[in-house]
């Protein structure tokens, strides 16, 4: 069903039946199909309008009654349609047979025939010659029928030399500018289709690079999510396992940790992969008001799973708290869940997380103490492999211009994520970083 736009006044109504085209409309899509023709079966289009100006020289040739030339005998007619027949060929050597056509139209004037008759012929190949040829030889080879109209005037006696003179440069020249205006058009469009394959290319090649990334992020997200829980989970699996019949109210408590984390896992894998089922209904579950997005607004419960898995956490926070943008916010919840299950993984010792928040900088750093300063031993958790969580951290705040440094001493592991930030309003929004737990300390600059 075709449906009407608004601002155009003439398009067809919706349900209605279609307007015929116009008369510009048949004649454009009458060219684009010759054209495409001609395209397919160059030989047949050259043929067919050499053989249509072949039959304009022969009608003015027959239809002369004047009786000031010669009559229009077999002869004549040979040689028209010789010259005519040197047409098909004037794509392929046009300057060729505008040569071979000019040296049978001199002979056809010097037998004593009308000299016009032919002249149409010599104008066609002229403008093949200044549509595919440069402006020097166009003008070099214009002097051909050039040379042979003046040649015809000279030999007419009852006409006008001026006249004759006139029509030898005028004729061509009209031709030529014609022509060669042809040839500049050719090129712009050929210039054009060149520059839309190349958009083409790039739209194409622009696409790649966003599913790339996309698939990147997506990655990223993942391992982040995978990495972190499943740490959790692991260590409090073998803590239940440790104590189930020595405390079992301890194993209960981790196994209800436990099954809180993998919730949370399985929503936030949700809300990541609903995305790409495009026309589907999301399989993501909606989202409860008191559970915000990740971010640095759910620090405090990143925080208290590392603390249940017996690793001593310690929040710092200098400066003026303030909210930082979606993006950037989402990328120190990562830096921070990355870098604290890292600890969970290969340290277990105390640590302090540090949350600088300057003028036109937010600063998170994470250090730990190694794991000689772990309170108590408890199973460690099975090592999630691939070695890309710091890649990640890295990748992830060059997105948003931050860098991601990593230091390491005598007492352990010290990583530190530092993006830029606007500059901060008179009023700053202050976003829970875990300040409110017993562990956590502020301190304002």
Known sequence: MRQRHEGFPGDPVEGGPPHPPSAGGRWSTAYARLRRLG?????????????????????IGAGDSTGLYRDFDVLAWTLTCLA????????????????????????????????VVNSSGALLALYTVAAV??????????????????????????????????????????????????RRLNERG???????????RDRQELARRAVSDERLRIARDLHDVVAHHLSVVSVQAGLAWYVLTSDPPTARSALRTVVDTVGEALTEMRGMLGVLRPGQPEMTDR???????????????????????????????TGIPRALPPGPDLCAFRFLQEALTNVLNHSGGATTVTLDHQADRFVATVADE????????????????????????????RQYGGTVRVEQDERGFTVQLTLPTPSPPESHAEVPTGGDDAGSHRRPQ
Request: hydrophobic share 45%; aromatic share 6%.
């Open 370 to 397: 190694g794991p000689r300063h772990r309170p108590r031993r408890l199973p460690r958790p099975a090592t999630t492999g691939g070695g890309r969580g710091l890649l990640g951290m890295a990748e992830r705040a």
């Open 133 to 182: 040829r440069p402006t020097g030889p166009t003008v070099a080879a214009a002097s051909a029928p050039a040379v042979v109209w003046m040649y015809g005037g000279l030999l007419d006696r009852q006409g006008s030399l001026l006249a004759a003179l006139t029509q030898s440069l005028v004729w061509p020249a009209v031709v030529c500018y014609l022509g060669s205006a042809a």
């Open 190 to 200: 050929q210039q054009l289709a060149a520059l839309t394959e190349e958009l083409r």
């Open 39 to 59: 395209g397919r079966h160059p030989w047949l289009l050259d043929g067919t309008l050499a053989a249509a100006t072949g039959a304009v020289s022969l009608g």
């Open 84 to 115: 005519t027949l040197t047409l098909v060929g004037r794509r392929r050597a046009p300057v060729t047979v505008l040569l071979l056509f000019c040296t049978v139209w001199a002979g056809y004037i010097t037998l004593g025939y009308h000299p």
């Open 287 to 317: 989202p409860e008001p008191e559970q915000p997005a990740p971010g640095l607004a759910r620090l405090d419960d990143l925080i208290a799973r590392i603390r249940a898995a017996g690793v001593p956490v310690r929040t710092v926070v």
